[in-house]
């Protein structure tokens, strides 16, 4: 079964920063798009960040020149570096990834667990 294990998550003072990693395993015959998504008590999930198999990469407003979404191909990471974090940042942040695995040989979308990032105030 292929998973996505989430770290970096924690507590910073605004203005701070933080870097989250989502590692693929498993049976992995290919992975094309990867994100991050981030929900808030009482909001909808919405996007963080993704970045495509090529390198293409797309933010909303919110986090545009702040945020900056990465990836090493070689190793399946995926990773999310946060700056000038503001509190309206804290959510739980879900790695996404559309993943064809050897038993399934077209994407399927593949979600961690979910990481808590809480910004003081």
């Known amino acids: 079964q292929v998973q996505l294990v989430e770290s970096g998550g924690g507590l910073v003072q605004a203005g701070g920063s933080l870097r989250l990693s989502c590692a693929a395993s498993?049976?992995?015959?290919?992975?094309?798009?990867m994100g991050w998504y981030r929900q808030a008590p009482g909001k909808e999930r919405e996007l963080v960040a993704s970045i495509t198999s090529g390198g293409g990469t797309n933010y909303p407003n919110s986090v545009k020149g702040r945020f900056t979404i990465s990836r090493d191909n070689a190793k399946n990471t995926v990773y999310l570096q946060m700056n000038s974090l503001k509190p309206e940042d804290t959510a739980v942040y879900y790695c996404?990834?559309?993943?064809?695995?050897?038993?399934?040989?077209?994407?399927?979308?593949?979600w961690g667990q979910g990481t808590q990032v809480t910004v003081s105030s």
């Open positions: 996404h990834a559309d993943i064809s695995s050897t038993w399934r040989p077209y994407p399927v979308p593949y």
């Open positions: 498993g049976n992995i015959r290919s992975i094309n798009t």
